[in-house]
């Protein structure tokens, strides 16, 4: 029961290079989300799921997109990466509106120069 | 809109005193749940404790109790016999039962516990 992964744990990129970032639960949770944690801040939303076949924007979802393949995965792709984009990225889910706690994945250090 | 304050950057905190973390909110939803969680130098987030808006007792949780006072918007984190193992950054959020249900965040409170 290995609870959310995420893949790839570090990752440095250029400038314009695109990238997809891997989430993956064995929880049967029905809500999937994608956060981002900047220095001296709290986590961001930038894109959720709250079903299967489902997704919306979030806080600050310009320069990603999101893609929800069933109900165990959901991805993060950076198009066109930019330093803006330079972070740590969290993947969380929650098992249904009426639960509380959401769990998260280990993070995802992401590097742009 | 919803907002998260957390005034205190950096605490300090004698192995085995306690020590209070500070979180005060700003809505207008009447439904919410108040969460603290933990983030070691290891970088995962640890759920800590919960407390919903509708909750007439304080949480508690092992040595991790909230002290919530509805009426000041404040939802502050109480740890008790300070340990090593509690050195980490400190982050109180909120969530609603509408819309995304995500959690809203503050901007955290690193802890160092002094032997």
């Known amino acids: 029961n290995a609870g959310v992964t995420q893949t790839p744990k570090f990752q440095v990129l250029k400038t314009g290079q695109s990238m997809t970032l891997q989430c993956a639960q064995d929880?049967?949770?029905?809500?999937m989300y994608w956060y981002r944690q900047d220095p001296g801040m709290g986590l961001r939303l930038i894109y959720y799921?709250?079903?299967?076949?489902?997704?919306d924007k979030g806080e600050v979802p310009n320069g990603y997109n999101v893609s929800r393949l069933n109900k165990r995965e959901f991805s993060l792709r950076l198009e066109s990466a930019a330093p803006s984009q330079t972070s740590v990225y969290f993947c969380?889910?929650?098992?249904?509106?009426?639960?509380?706690?959401?769990?998260f994945g280990p993070g995802t250090r992401l590097t742009v120069t | 809109a919803q907002k998260i304050t957390q005034t205190q950057p950096g605490m300090f905190v004698q192995e085995k005193e306690a020590v209070t973390l500070d979180c005060t909110y700003d809505?207008?939803?009447?439904?919410?749940?108040l969460f603290w969680y933990k983030q070691p130098s290891s970088g995962e987030m640890i759920f800590l404790i919960y407390?919903?808006?509708?909750?007439?007792q304080n949480a508690t949780e092992g040595r991790y109790s909230l002290n919530f006072q509805k009426a000041r918007k404040s939802a502050n984190l109480v740890i008790s016999a300070s340990q090593l193992g509690d050195s980490a950054m400190y982050f109180c959020?909120?969530?609603?039962?509408?819309?995304?249900?995500?959690?809203?965040f503050g901007t955290g409170t690193r802890l160092t516990v002094i032997p």
């Open positions: 929880m049967n949770h029905n809500s």
């Open positions: 799921s709250a079903s299967e076949g489902t997704t």
């Open positions: 809505t207008s939803d009447p439904s919410y749940g």
């Open positions: 969380a889910t929650l098992r249904d509106i009426l639960s509380y706690e959401q769990y």
């Open positions: 959020a909120m969530r609603f039962k509408t819309g995304a249900n995500n959690l809203f």
């Open positions: 407390q919903g808006s509708y909750d007439q």
